[in-house]
């Protein structure tokens, strides 16, 4: 038995996961891989390789107490139990719930939203969130100055506009 190859990677581009039926076993380790998560309505998670005896090995025990918390990760690590769009997306399995059908659509929708930003600053602010975990908090906010310090000066260019009235109210369609 060896790890799925995706699982093991760090990337550097934010990954969304559009998941359409279930993401069971592996398939969830590779679901919260992702950044963020887009579930169908009729779609759903668990640990059913509990039931054979096959433990985690992509990625859950580490992933999952993250992104859910150490108490809920262990009620479905240990009971191996369906959980369902509505469930994730209420404990923070998942970001987004859909109507069936249309999870790779909002996927690629988010990606395209993501894609408009401004890309080293994007990517900065993510590797702070990926890195910071094992970090006391001196320590991660020092992390996230020096991986973020040479974005101020872009940033300054985008206050500026913003200044000039871009982006004012929420809006994010010209920026």
């Not at 969830?28 to 054979?52: H, K, N, P, Q, S």
Request: hydrophobic share 40%.
């Amino acid at each position: 038995m060896a790890a799925m190859g995706p699982s093991r990677l760090e990337l550097t581009k934010p990954v969304i996961a559009a998941i359409a039926g279930p993401a069971v076993a592996g398939g969830m380790e590779l679901a919260i891989w992702a950044d963020m998560r887009v579930m169908e309505e009729t779609a759903f998670m668990g640990v059913y390789c509990r039931r054979w005896g096959i433990p985690l090995i992509d990625g859950g025990t580490v992933r999952l107490p993250r992104l859910v918390g150490e108490g809920r990760a262990l009620d479905l690590i240990l009971t191996g139990r369906k959980v369902a769009a509505d469930e994730a997306l209420r404990i923070g399995l998942c970001e987004y719930v859909v109507p069936e059908g249309q999870a790779r659509e909002k996927a690629e929708q988010l990606a395209h939203d993501i894609a408009r930003f401004p890309q080293s600053c994007l990517r900065a602010d993510r590797r702070s969130v990926k890195t910071q975990h094992e970090l006391g908090l001196r320590d991660a906010l020092r992390q996230e100055w020096h991986g973020s310090k040479a974005e101020v000066t872009h940033g300054i260019e985008g206050a500026m506009r913003f200044a000039g009235g871009k982006g004012r109210g929420g809006d994010f369609e010209d920026v």
